[in-house]
């Protein structure tokens, strides 16, 4: 698996890099119109495309049709195609937060609070868009992929609002707010989980290619 993830990075690299600059100078951009920290709602949400981008490349290269003759199960094709995402929204995530800590050093007022709050919903949003669109990303050829791939962050957005009302009939969400988004951030961990197992068994007798 480790050789096809390296793969995927290669193919991705000038997408990753573009998206990397992309959000540093976005924000310090938003520094001056907004609260800096909200660029961790964007980040890893942007950076995930590159999944998608390699998911396209192999269908147009049938590189999936000559995979299947090594020594490597569909379980493990699609497993890091789950994994790359992961690493991609972490590296997002981490992206993000190279301008909060530099303008923070320089005596911008960024708060701890304000990080957690907006680093898990982005986090969420993206685990929650994921686990609808990467088991579809096989189902549909890749120009409807790319359509559900962006159809699934506003269906994660409502599944977030969603949630958030249905924890506020148990706790006080203008309270307690982060606790709110962090039972939101351990669902939607639940549910990327989930949906790879889904996928995994799904797919294990079925074409991908």
Same mark, same amino acid.
């Given at each position: 698996?480790?050789?096809?993830?390296?793969?995927?990075?290669?193919?991705?690299?000038?997408?990753?890099?573009?998206?990397?600059?992309?959000?540093?100078?976005?924000?310090?951009?938003?520094?001056?119109?907004?609260?800096?920290?909200?660029?961790?709602?964007?980040?890893?949400?942007?950076?995930?495309?590159?999944?998608?981008?390699?998911?396209?490349?192999?269908?147009?290269?049938?590189?999936?049709? *000559?995979?299947?003759?090594?020594?490597?199960?569909?379980? @493990?094709?699609?497993?890091?195609?789950?994994?790359?995402?992961?690493?991609?929204?972490?590296?997002?995530?981490?992206?993000?937060?190279?301008?909060?800590?530099?303008?923070?050093?320089?005596?911008? *007022?960024?708060?701890?609070?304000?990080?957690?709050?907006?680093?898990?919903?982005?986090?969420?949003?993206?685990?929650?868009?994921?686990?609808?669109?990467?088991?579809?990303?096989?189902?549909?050829?890749?120009?409807?992929? @790319?359509?559900?791939?962006?159809?699934?962050?506003?269906?994660?957005?409502?599944?977030?609002?969603?949630?958030?009302?249905?924890? *506020?009939?148990?706790?006080?969400?203008?309270?307690?707010?982060?606790?709110?988004?962090?039972?939101?951030?351990?669902?939607?961990?639940?549910?990327?989980?989930?949906?790879?197992?889904?996928?995994?068994?799904?797919?294990?007798?079925?074409?991908?290619?």
């Amino acid at each position: 698996m480790k050789g096809i993830l390296l793969k995927d990075l290669y193919i991705a690299k000038s997408n990753i890099l573009v998206t990397v600059v992309s959000l540093v100078v976005l924000g310090f951009g938003l520094s001056f119109l907004l609260e800096i920290s909200a660029l961790l709602v964007l980040a890893p949400v942007a950076s995930t495309t590159a999944v998608f981008i390699s998911i396209t490349s192999d269908a147009g290269s049938k590189w999936n049709k *000559n995979v299947i003759t090594m020594p490597i199960s569909k379980s @493990q094709i699609i497993g890091e195609k789950f994994i790359f995402y992961i690493l991609l929204a972490v590296l997002g995530m981490i992206t993000a937060l190279v301008p909060c800590i530099i303008l923070a050093f320089f005596g911008v *007022n960024i708060t701890l609070h304000s990080l957690c709050l907006y680093g898990s919903i982005g986090i969420s949003a993206t685990l929650l868009a994921g686990g609808i669109s990467l088991p579809c990303a096989y189902l549909f050829d890749p120009e409807k992929s @790319q359509i559900v791939f962006m159809m699934s962050f506003m269906a994660s957005t409502g599944i977030i609002v969603g949630l958030v009302l249905i924890t *506020n009939l148990f706790i006080s969400v203008k309270n307690n707010i982060l606790l709110t988004f962090h039972i939101v951030f351990v669902i939607s961990i639940i549910w990327f989980f989930i949906s790879y197992r889904i996928a995994t068994k799904v797919y294990q007798k079925r074409d991908i290619t």
